[in-house]
């Protein structure tokens, strides 16, 4: 037994003991639904009849579980979600910083050592992250466990899937399915097999239409046409509306997009369905895992908003296909035997043009004046402190290893003094500052998403429900509320609904399937097993 578990195994059996939720389930399906919120999941909740019902119907619902980091992005809450630790602790601080070190960006689950399988470009993987996972902890409790990830994102797939699964899968955005050479040495001929069925070009010659009655929208949401979405065709000038003729988009957008439309995601759990079967996964007392990654919600969501036609659409389409998936598990697996868990990365912020419809002060940070402010704060560090001390990457800003503490200080004040100024922005704060946290939920926040070395030095946060999305569409990122609540619910057929409306973090999810799945997981995380029943 590997040196990161220190609870003996006789003790997680004590420890599981209580629990209500039937016997061990064969099968693990660990939804992340990307840019998931539970305020749309509540405010639709009449219109859902399959998959999302389904859930809520078997469920335990954790209504306020909250993602407790301050950088609400995908990698860093996907890894939070399967390993149970902060994103500083495990130094998943984003999707991508700056390396001191190699003078340049890195992608967080970057790997040099490896291939992507279709193109032969720089491979991703999980090798260089030191935490475990979920999938780790199945394996090695039993090594016969099947640990699947598939995801519409590549760093969703990996930070899901963990060190040593049976394979991670994601979009490639050529038109189908790849993994990288850490995980095979050639692409499954299984899933060669399934993207040579399913010929995404074709989608060309589509339209993406709504899938009920217009006036269902139109009662439940805000206007279709409403400035500050994004518009995929501009064939007739701005106008984001319904329908979406796929052709005005062009084959090369459909097919490098695919995974970020209602299609993409069905595709998703198609492919998971091929998975289950191709590995033979809930089919004895040994427990499998299954994780999904789901992109299209946050791909509807950044380009029209969460209170769009097309995201209610996104929604409908999800629950449809989802429900589908699950009555094909329960067939196929055994009624009772799958445990589901629902969750998300982030949340979102709504278009500020509608937030000001509301009332609500809200804004885009304009990017002219922010790029200059940066050329100017640049030009005065080089000055004052000397070339080569702070590089900016993104909103972030570091400090090279041979800045001394005078040049440090003279390069914060700067920053400060001129970077405040910008609209939409809170404050400017130092990863030290940072470090010492406080007496409020977003300082603690903002602690747990720094890691001493690899962080950057200054931050800029920006107001509540300020974005630095510009000029159209919306996002997140933030350690406010609206960015950190997601929805968590853990299903299993003839499980008694219920609402618990404790708080909770995201970090706990993991260390409770492991405690339902009666296998040890590692003292040191920072989640703790929820209790279901209580």
Same mark, same amino acid.
Request: with cysteine; charged share 20%; hydrophobic share 35%.
């Given at each position: 037994?590997?040196?990161?578990?220190?609870?003996?195994?006789?003790?997680?059996?004590?420890?599981?003991?209580?629990?209500?939720?039937?016997?061990?389930?064969?099968?693990?399906?660990?939804?992340?639904?990307?840019?998931?919120?539970?305020?749309?999941?509540?405010?639709?909740?009449?219109?859902?009849?399959?998959?999302?019902?389904?859930?809520?119907?078997?469920?335990?619902?954790?209504?306020?579980?909250?993602?407790?980091?301050?950088?609400?992005?995908?990698?860093?809450?996907?890894?939070?979600?399967?390993?149970?630790?902060?994103?500083?602790?495990?130094?998943?601080?984003?999707?991508?910083?700056?390396?001191?070190?190699?003078?340049?960006?890195?992608?967080?689950?970057?790997?040099?050592?490896?291939?992507?399988?279709?193109?032969?470009?720089?491979?991703?993987?999980?090798?260089?992250?030191?935490?475990?996972?979920?999938?780790?902890?199945?394996?090695?409790?039993?090594?016969?466990?099947?640990?699947?990830?598939?995801?519409?994102?590549?760093?969703?797939?990996?930070?899901?899937?963990?060190?040593?699964?049976?394979?991670?899968?994601?979009?490639?955005?050529?038109?189908?399915?790849?993994?990288?050479?850490?995980?095979?040495?050639?692409?499954?001929?299984?899933?060669?097999?399934?993207?040579?069925?399913?010929?995404?070009?074709?989608?060309?010659?589509?339209?993406?239409?709504?899938?009920?009655?217009?006036?269902?929208?139109?009662?439940?949401?805000?206007?279709?046409?409403?400035?500050?979405?994004?518009?995929?065709?501009?064939?007739?000038?701005?106008?984001?509306?319904?329908?979406?003729?796929?052709?005005?988009?062009?084959?090369?957008?459909?097919?490098?997009?695919?995974?970020?439309?209602?299609?993409?995601?069905?595709?998703?759990?198609?492919?998971?369905?091929?998975?289950?079967?191709?590995?033979?996964?809930?089919?004895?007392?040994?427990?499998?895992?299954?994780?999904?990654?789901?992109?299209?919600?946050?791909?509807?969501?950044?380009?029209?908003?969460?209170?769009?036609?097309?995201?209610?659409?996104?929604? !409908?389409?999800? $629950?449809?296909?989802?429900?589908?998936?699950?009555?094909?598990? %329960?067939?196929? *697996? +055994?009624? =009772? /035997? &799958?445990?589901?868990?629902?969750?998300?990365?982030?949340?979102?912020?709504?278009?500020?043009?509608?937030?000001?419809?509301?009332?609500?002060?809200?804004?885009?940070?304009?990017? !002219?004046?922010? $790029?200059?402010?940066?050329?100017?704060?640049?030009?005065?560090? %080089?000055?004052? *402190? +000397?070339? =080569? /001390? &702070?590089?900016?990457?993104?909103?972030?800003?570091?400090?090279?290893?041979?800045?001394?503490?005078?040049?440090?200080?003279?390069?914060?004040?700067?920053?400060?003094?001129?970077?405040?100024?910008? $609209?939409?922005?809170?404050?400017?704060?130092?990863?030290?500052?940072?470090?010492?946290? +406080?007496?409020?939920?977003?300082?603690?926040?903002?602690?747990?998403?720094?890691?001493?070395?690899?962080?950057?030095?200054?931050?800029?946060?920006?107001?509540?429900?300020?974005?630095?999305?510009?000029?159209?569409?919306?996002?997140?990122?933030?350690?406010?509320?609206?960015?950190?609540?997601?929805?968590?619910?853990?299903?299993?057929?003839?499980?008694?609904?219920?609402?618990?409306?404790?708080?909770?973090?995201?970090?706990?999810?993991?260390?409770?399937?492991?405690?339902?799945?009666?296998?040890?997981?590692?003292?040191?995380?920072?989640?703790?097993?929820?209790?279901?029943?209580?």
């Amino acid at each position: 037994m590997k040196n990161w578990f220190f609870m003996p195994l006789t003790a997680a059996f004590l420890f599981i003991g209580s629990s209500k939720i039937q016997s061990q389930p064969r099968l693990v399906v660990f939804i992340a639904v990307d840019q998931g919120m539970p305020e749309l999941l509540e405010k639709y909740d009449h219109l859902f009849t399959g998959g999302y019902r389904w859930l809520k119907n078997n469920g335990v619902q954790f209504s306020q579980a909250y993602h407790e980091h301050g950088y609400t992005a995908t990698g860093p809450a996907h890894f939070v979600l399967s390993s149970g630790q902060y994103p500083g602790a495990g130094g998943v601080i984003g999707n991508q910083w700056f390396d001191r070190e190699l003078k340049r960006g890195w992608y967080c689950v970057e790997d040099t050592l490896s291939q992507v399988l279709r193109d032969g470009s720089t491979g991703r993987s999980y090798r260089l992250i030191q935490s475990t996972t979920l999938g780790d902890w199945m394996k090695q409790a039993n090594p016969e466990s099947k640990v699947v990830s598939v995801a519409g994102k590549d760093r969703a797939s990996v930070l899901l899937g963990g060190k040593n699964p049976d394979t991670a899968l994601w979009y490639d955005r050529a038109g189908g399915w790849t993994s990288s050479t850490y995980y095979h040495s050639s692409l499954p001929r299984w899933v060669q097999n399934f993207n040579a069925q399913l010929n995404i070009a074709s989608f060309v010659d589509s339209t993406w239409q709504r899938l009920v009655s217009e006036d269902i929208y139109t009662s439940n949401t805000r206007a279709d046409n409403f400035y500050g979405e994004a518009d995929w065709t501009m064939s007739k000038g701005y106008s984001p509306t319904f329908p979406i003729d796929f052709k005005e988009m062009g084959a090369e957008a459909i097919i490098g997009s695919y995974a970020y439309i209602p299609h993409g995601d069905n595709t998703v759990l198609k492919l998971g369905l091929t998975a289950v079967n191709e590995y033979h996964m809930g089919k004895d007392e040994i427990p499998d895992i299954l994780f999904l990654g789901l992109s299209a919600t946050d791909g509807v969501g950044h380009s029209f908003g969460p209170h769009s036609h097309e995201q209610l659409d996104n929604y !409908l389409r999800l $629950d449809k296909n989802l429900g589908a998936f699950i009555q094909k598990l %329960e067939s196929e *697996v +055994g009624s =009772g /035997k &799958v445990l589901y868990i629902l969750s998300s990365d982030h949340g979102a912020l709504g278009l500020p043009e509608y937030l000001k419809s509301q009332g609500i002060d809200s804004g885009r940070i304009p990017h !002219l004046k922010r $790029d200059s402010l940066y050329t100017f704060v640049q030009n005065e560090i %080089e000055k004052q *402190v +000397g070339p =080569g /001390k &702070v590089t900016r990457y993104g909103n972030f800003f570091y400090y090279d290893k041979s800045i001394n503490q005078m040049e440090q200080e003279v390069a914060t004040e700067i920053l400060k003094s001129h970077l405040s100024k910008l $609209d939409g922005i809170h404050t400017v704060i130092t990863k030290e500052d940072m470090l010492k946290g +406080g007496d409020s939920v977003y300082k603690t926040r903002l602690k747990n998403m720094v890691h001493p070395d690899k962080s950057p030095d200054v931050y800029l946060i920006p107001k509540k429900y300020w974005t630095w999305k510009y000029p159209q569409g919306a996002s997140h990122g933030s350690p406010y509320d609206y960015d950190a609540h997601v929805p968590l619910i853990f299903a299993r057929a003839g499980q008694k609904a219920k609402i618990k409306l404790v708080r909770v973090k995201t970090v706990d999810i993991a260390p409770t399937v492991a405690k339902i799945l009666q296998i040890d997981f590692p003292k040191s995380i920072d989640g703790k097993a929820l209790n279901l029943d209580e």
